[in-house]
């Protein structure tokens, strides 16, 4: 069964202050933001299996990878990336949904690193352990060793920090995207995983890339923290 691949990138991006999608943000390497992802990804997967959930200007998104899929969330505006992932998972066809938002720039070896993982369609946020800012998602862990609370508000016992990659098998993707409904507009997707957690029992592994590089792209520092790692 295929690995359906898809990147979050309908959002305005405001905080960056920039008058394109931010994942077309360009990096002192010369590649966007997205073109870099995409390379990445399509050196490990088929790239008729990526899909761009657009929204905010998505004709400049369009115009400059016409070569994958994309899906349109037309309520972007009102909506945070619990819809656009929800809508991907409804539209795309079977198998498991690797998913990353579209302002995360990355090391090679993350891929690498979770390929196994994937290819045993077993659950997954990758993490970074080395890093607990309050601004962050941030998570903790079961009895079991299993993914317990995901967001943003996580304030005692936090182990680390979600980096905006990860993955759900092709069994858990419905349940998914059953609490993605009913998740508020405004909610993160994180908040879908929370409830499939609590009310279905679904077993998200932790997986610590801490190792490796992984630098979202919210404000004009952590765009020069990128460039100044991949230049």
Request: with cysteine; charged share 25%; glycine share 8%.
């Amino acid at each position: 069964m295929s690995t359906n691949i898809v990147i979050l990138a309908a959002g305005v991006g405001s905080r960056l202050g920039k008058p394109h999608p931010k994942p077309l943000t360009p990096l002192t390497s010369g590649q966007t933001i997205l073109h870099r992802a995409l390379s990445q990804l399509t050196s490990r997967f088929n790239r008729h299996s990526i899909h761009l959930v657009v929204g905010f200007k998505k004709e400049m998104i369009m115009e400059e990878v016409p070569d994958v899929g994309f899906i349109y969330n037309q309520a972007y505006g009102d909506t945070n990336t619990c819809k656009s992932l929800l809508k991907a998972l409804t539209i795309l066809g079977p198998g498991g949904v690797l998913w990353m938002n579209g302002d995360v720039v990355f090391d090679d070896m993350v891929l690498d690193q979770l390929l196994p993982h994937i290819a045993m369609d077993r659950s997954f946020v990758a993490v970074n352990t080395s890093s607990v800012a309050e601004e962050e998602v941030k998570y903790t862990l079961d009895s079991e060793g299993f993914i317990n609370q995901l967001s943003k508000t996580v304030s005692e016992g936090a182990l680390g920090e979600a980096v905006g990659i990860n993955y759900i098998s092709s069994t858990d993707r419905t349940l998914l995207a059953k609490r993605l409904e009913e998740c508020e507009d405004q909610d993160y997707f994180e908040r879908g995983i929370e409830l499939a957690i609590e009310r279905d029992g679904v077993q998200m592994e932790a997986v610590d890339i801490s190792q490796h590089q992984v630098i979202e792209v919210d404000f004009a520092e952590d765009l020069d923290e990128a460039n100044k790692f991949f230049t």
